[in-house]
């Protein structure tokens, strides 16, 4: 049978810390005579993390690990584990109204809710994750920049209470190895790093 990407992590994922890091392409340049500084912001923006298991029994740590063997030779999506749903208290369908690629900002429309959203959440489009950090009523300024023009009536995935659907996005193992290790009570410790997959 062949392997199908991205792939899904094994349910439930159980992780004891997860540490994410947004990177953005900048680069400074400082005058050695005046101290004054020039930065170029390049449109590249991605998100980093590092990932540990707790420890776990055998039969809990093959399936993490047959998943990160797998993982090494594709993609899988992956999310905040630790925040599934959002903090904000919107509700009902959302879709986007207008979305620039490369740029920070998004405006959605709403059918059949109401609320608004929270700095922090989470939201996907496609197979991209954004975070948000900024809120101005249905206008949002996301982090990472927008992965392309998202056309009228894209469909956005969000962490709605009581609903399986989740934002996601799509990753890589930032290493072609998968590591493990296993103590003399036979229990397993599990960790890895991933990068996000920029299309």
Sequence with gaps: MAI???????????????????????????????????????????WL???????????DAEAVIAFLLAAQRGTFYFQDYANPTNRGGVTGTLTVATATANSTTLTYANSGGSGSF??????????SLYKIIKVDGTTLDLFPVLRSSYAGGTSII????????????????????TEWSIDLASIYG??????????
Aim: with cysteine; proline share 9%; charged share 10%.
């Design 158 to 177: 969000y962490g709605k209470p009581n609903d399986a659907a989740r934002a996601q996005g799509v990753f890589r193992l930032a290493s072609g190895s």
């Design 4 to 46: 199908t990407y991205p792939l899904t992590p094994p349910s439930p994922f159980n992780l004891s810390r997860l540490s994410l890091t947004g990177v953005s392409a900048v680069s400074r340049n400082m005058s050695p005579f005046t101290m004054q500084v020039q930065q170029y912001n390049w449109a590249g923006q991605a």
């Design 118 to 127: 929270a700095l922090g959440d989470w939201i996907q489009i496609s197979t």
């Design 190 to 199: 599990v960790n890895f790093s991933i990068i996000e997959d920029v299309a």
């Design 49 to 59: 993390g590092a990932v540990d298991c707790p420890p776990m029994v055998r039969a």
